[in-house]
């Protein structure tokens, strides 16, 4: 069936550092990607999302690339900030039996000063 | 902008009670959903609904239902609270694949329950 694997935290980095975080999926067809963000003590926000191979989805400095040949949708940000410190959940859209995300078990980042 | 919310940020309840944690959403969407979270083991599907009155379990249905009376309302109920199902628990909605194409989700802020 459709999974999605992240790279286990928690990442610890210092203000402006360069930032990855590893997502690589299993699916049937061509579903769409996410990345959602989580907050301390929030519901989860969408970050950005790509809906076909070699789309970049991108939002507050961070990117992300579809690529159907690594089957990977890897979070990138060249330059990350304290207040990036947060969950970071990869998820794979429905396919067209289902309607719901299958998600990561989520990456923690935390950025110093 | 869509707006998801769930009735409490934080409860607490006793083992063997009935909870109610409703979850409420603005943008008439079809899809909605109940996932729990907890540390190393990301988000699990409990319950989702794709209409008025349907429902299908999700991965972890097991000691919960959900009712769906009306459009923008899902309940999650926890029939007996028992202290394993002490979690986070976060709603979300969408609009259907066919519809939108996509299957983005919208998710409210969370409930924190503890079960004691």
């Known amino acids: 069936g459709n999974s999605v694997t992240q790279m286990e935290g928690p990442v610890t980095l210092s203000e402006e550092a360069f930032l990855t975080i590893n997502c690589t999926y299993t699916?049937?067809?061509?579903?769409?990607l996410f990345w959602y963000v989580q907050y301390p003590g929030e519901g989860l926000q969408l970050l950005l999302k790509?809906?076909?191979?070699?789309d970049k989805g991108s939002n507050k400095g961070f990117e992300a690339t579809y690529r159907k040949e690594t089957t990977s949708f890897h979070l990138e940000k060249g330059s990350v900030q304290v207040s990036d410190s947060a969950v970071y959940f990869c998820?794979?859209?429905?396919?067209?039996?289902?309607?719901?995300?299958?998600f990561g078990k989520g990456t923690t980042l935390s950025v110093s000063s | 902008d869509v707006k998801v919310t769930q009735s409490s940020r934080y409860l607490v309840k006793r083992t063997g009670e009935k909870v109610f944690l409703e979850c409420v959403q603005d943008?008439?969407?079809?899809?909605m959903f109940w996932y729990r979270q907890d540390p190393g083991l990301g988000l699990r599907l409990i319950y989702f609904?794709?209409?008025?009155?349907?429902?299908e379990k999700g991965d972890i249905p097991e000691g919960y239902s959900v009712s769906r009376e009306k459009k923008e309302r899902f309940s999650l109920i926890l029939e007996s609270a028992s202290t394993n199902q002490t979690s986070m628990y976060l709603c979300?909605?969408?609009?259907?694949?066919?519809?939108?194409?996509?299957?983005?989700?919208?998710f409210g802020p969370g409930t924190r329950l503890t079960v004691t």
């Open positions: 979300a909605s969408s609009f259907p694949q066919s519809r939108q194409g996509i299957g983005e989700q919208y």
């Open positions: 699916a049937t067809g061509y579903p769409s």
């Open positions: 790509a809906t076909k191979a070699d």
């Open positions: 998820a794979l859209g429905p396919n067209q039996a289902g309607t719901a995300l299958i």
């Open positions: 943008m008439d969407h079809e899809n």
């Open positions: 609904s794709y209409d008025v009155k349907m429902k």
